[in-house]
């Protein structure tokens, strides 16, 4: 990166591909557990790219920590562009979780423009009382990458035991944030959620309505706002967890069902 970081790229190539599609991973995970996700893409024509965002994965750097506020955004740009370049077409961007919210605040910055964008269960609004999220910003400037536990439940990801088992004993793994991070995230989703009709771009939101680990009132509030836009489709789950491709089944069937009915739209149009 511009500053000196390097970070950790991850591809799943395909010869004569249709289309790209470009992966953003969500907190305290990695580019590797996308791997199921990336075949499933690659099965439909698509070569696949991922990355470890910064303080994340094969990323070198402290877990979960951040130079400047804006760090993850410059990042995916940087990213994108480059893998961009060196495709005839640019490529899809899918974001999970924060990568999610990354993805979108990204876009609606203008920072790159996709033609198309997916958001898995984004990081748009959190489950945290308002003195935490209080208590974020201060710290943020007087303590910014002091490492604190990010309590992420891993039996929350999914109803699929094997999901959680695999998380908590996958090295590459952690359960930090900082505040300076978790600041971000915080101020970030709610300026997503404001910015929505602002969306340009064709893009796909799911929706796991029981989850957990990031409160879905964001998504219906952002869908809302994005609206009057013309460029958002939302698919609700009602009783699906946070990681919705790696539900068990049928759960995850009939999230990638609507994905590769938005994907034929996306080629269709």
């Not at 219906?220 to 460029?231: D, E, H, I, L, V």
Request: proline share 6%.
């Amino acid at each position: 990166m511009a500053d000196g970081q390097p970070l950790f790229l991850r591809d799943w190539p395909l010869p004569q591909a249709r289309g790209a599609v470009l992966i953003v991973h969500g907190l305290g995970e990695h580019s590797g557990r996308y791997q199921r996700l990336a075949q499933w893409f690659n099965q439909r024509g698509y070569a696949v790219r991922g990355y470890d965002q910064r303080g994340h994965g094969q990323t070198p750097g402290q877990r979960g920590a951040l130079r400047h506020g804006d760090d993850l955004l410059e990042d995916l740009a940087s990213v994108y562009n480059d893998y961009s370049s060196g495709l005839p077409h640019a490529p899809l961007l899918l974001g999970h979780s924060m990568g999610g919210l990354v993805a979108a605040r990204t876009v609606l910055d203008g920072r790159i423009t996709p033609p198309a964008l997916l958001l898995s269960s984004p990081a748009l609004r959190s489950w945290e009382s308002l003195w935490l999220i209080k208590l974020a910003r201060v710290l943020s400037r007087i303590a910014p990458n002091l490492p604190l536990r990010n309590g992420l439940d891993s039996d929350k990801l999914s109803h699929d035991p094997n999901v959680a088992a695999g998380y908590r004993s996958d090295s590459l793994r952690h359960g930090w944030i900082t505040p300076r991070l978790a600041d971000f995230i915080f101020r970030s989703g709610a300026t997503c959620i404001a910015d929505a009709a602002m969306l340009a771009q064709p893009t796909l939101l799911l929706v796991a309505d029981s989850d957990e680990l990031v409160d879905p009132s964001g998504s219906r509030a952002f869908a809302r706002k994005a609206a009057p836009s013309g460029q958002l489709t939302t698919r609700f789950f009602s009783t699906l967890y946070h990681e919705l491709f790696n539900e068990a089944e049928p759960g995850r069937s009939q999230v990638l069902m609507q994905l590769a009915d938005w994907l034929g739209r996306q080629v269709r149009d």
